[in-house]
């Protein structure tokens, strides 16, 4: 088995150590909050049929995104470079499994999550103006179970994404002066929202005691086990802070607590929001219904306050979609320095401090990506990514049998608790994927052979 080291360049033309605390947390909360909570509970409402159910789940991904997030946190400290899920695959199991995570990163990672979040960000601004909501996006063509369709949805989502790939060009400490400020907006409309939802909207307990007729005919435990697929990825971004270890200060600890912190905070957030959303509307109701923050604002405060918090949630994914076009180019970045990815990754502009052609790259490929309808992509997000998240926790299982490895006290209690309860419930999850889904799971199957081509024929014998 490969040992490959993978250090983080020491150069003062490299990247900065510049990020602290409260940008990582920022991070961290952005990358997560945002598409998930603002999209799926109406799917999950359809699917599972009952409040316990549906509330249950959002827990059941909290618990998990925490233990990952301690998993994380172990071997973040163990190797304070940038590039996450890459350089832990790459120590682990070689150089082509960390290639294949640092492929799966650019296609599914980012680039995809950033084109359904700003497509996410048309659907509320849909409110305002239909013609940018996707259900009135055209069909282009479909071809073997791929559908194309480009509109008003399509047109807004390219827009965002090309302003943001624009402001992250131009140095890190801009995009963290922005990220801080629309993270604090996010947060800021998020708990409002809880707030007046509570005080003076017009909801009603009884919706928790009324179940919804289910549009799905899975068995209710091989559905559970589904519907934590778009759990998953609603939690999705309690690693985010790995990405960018290398830009931060003191990556020892800032990053256990950026890691814990933000995922603590969000798992809380959205318990609570979808307790709002249930004492907005009942179940019956949510079912199908994408911008599910809009219609449940629509029912709490009426028409024109639902207004403005439709506007206010567009505007709190903008930081969603801002977070990924930070991190991802940094997972690009550390692969090429290491002759892992293409050679132009790893240019870092003299001036800005920023790795450019990679960000450049990622917008290009999100911007394709937005042709693609969200409740095609979000699906397979969920399984591609679950997949090598996995692999990662289970890579502690190797690095703690090797000298000199660092055990984080929270990961040390009662071991192997959090890496086994993530792994378990991950397995049981592709088992009913896979089994219910093949299709599906065969586009996540397609996405690594094209890496692994891509390694052999074009990275492996320039390595």
Not at 69 to 83: H, I, K, Q, R
Not at 200 to 209: A, D, K
Not at 306 to 332: D, E, H, K, Q, W
Request: proline content about 4%.
């Amino acid at each position: 088995m490969a040992k490959t080291s993978v250090a983080p360049p020491a150069n003062s033309d490299g990247l900065l150590r510049q990020l602290g605390v409260s940008t990582a947390i920022a991070l961290v909360v952005s990358n997560m909050v945002g598409t998930g909570i603002y999209t799926t509970s109406g799917f999950l409402a359809g699917q599972l049929g009952d409040v316990s159910l549906v509330l249950g789940i959002w827990l059941v991904g909290a618990i998990c995104a925490i233990a990952g997030a301690f998993c994380y946190s172990e071997l973040g400290v163990n190797f304070p470079s940038s590039g996450g899920e890459y350089v832990y695959l790459t120590n682990a199991y070689g150089p082509s499994w960390g290639f294949m995570t640092g492929w799966i990163s650019f296609v599914a990672g980012f680039s995809a999550p950033i084109a359904a979040q700003a497509l996410a960000f048309s659907q509320y601004l849909g409110y305002f103006f239909p013609g940018l909501r996707t259900e009135a996006s055209q069909q282009l063509f479909s071809f073997a179970g791929l559908t194309v369709k480009f509109g008003g949805a399509q047109m807004a989502a390219i827009a965002l994404i090309a302003a943001l790939t624009a402001l992250n060009l131009f140095g890190i400490q801009r995009v963290a002066k922005f990220q801080n400020v629309f993270t604090s907006l996010k947060i800021l409309v998020m708990v409002a929202f809880i707030v007046m939802g509570f005080a003076v909207g017009s909801g009603s307990w009884e919706h928790f005691s009324q179940s919804a007729v289910r549009d799905v005919s899975t068995p209710i435990g091989a559905q559970f086990a589904i519907s934590l697929f778009w759990i998953y990825l609603s939690y999705s971004g309690w690693n985010a802070a790995t990405y960018v270890a290398e830009e931060l200060k003191r990556p020892e600890r800032t990053l256990p607590l950026a890691l814990t912190v933000g995922t603590l905070l969000v798992g809380a957030l959205y318990l609570i929001l979808n307790v709002v959303f249930i004492y907005a509307l009942p179940l019956e109701k949510m079912k199908g219904e994408l911008a599910i923050g809009a219609l449940a604002a629509k029912n709490l405060f009426g028409p024109n306050i639902a207004g403005a918090f439709g506007a206010l949630m567009a505007l709190s994914l903008v930081s969603t979609v801002n977070a990924n076009m930070t991190i991802g180019p940094r997972v690009y970045y550390a692969m090429a320095k290491n002759k892992a990815f293409f050679a132009s990754a790893a240019e870092v502009h003299p001036k800005w401090h920023t790795p450019w052609n990679a960000i450049l790259a990622q917008g290009v490929a999100s911007l394709l990506m937005t042709l693609i309808p969200f409740d095609d992509l979000f699906p397979y997000i969920a399984r591609t990514l679950t997949l090598f998240a996995a692999l990662s926790v289970a890579s502690i299982f190797i690095f703690r049998r090797r000298p000199g490895w660092r055990k984080l006290a929270v990961v040390n209690f009662a071991f192997p608790l959090w890496p086994a309860l993530f792994l378990l419930v991950s397995a049981w999850m592709y088992f009913y994927g896979i089994t219910l889904n093949p299709m599906g799971s065969l586009a996540t199957l397609l996405t690594v052979a094209i890496g692994a081509l891509l390694y052999h024929f074009l990275i492996r014998q320039k390595a």
